[in-house]
């Protein structure tokens, strides 16, 4: 992938357990944030 390419779509589980999908989503804005977890080092 290149700077500026489309994210493939993709489905994840929220924080409360319901799907997320990003193609749901087309046409607002979306950040994504990786996080490893606690006390894990980065």
Request: glycine fraction near 10%; hydrophobic fraction near 30%.
């Amino acid at each position: 992938m290149q700077k500026g390419d489309k994210a493939p779509d993709f489905t994840l589980r929220d924080s409360n357990g319901d799907e997320w999908t990003l193609s749901d989503h087309e046409g607002e804005v979306i950040i994504l944030l990786f996080y490893p977890g606690d006390d894990t080092p980065v």
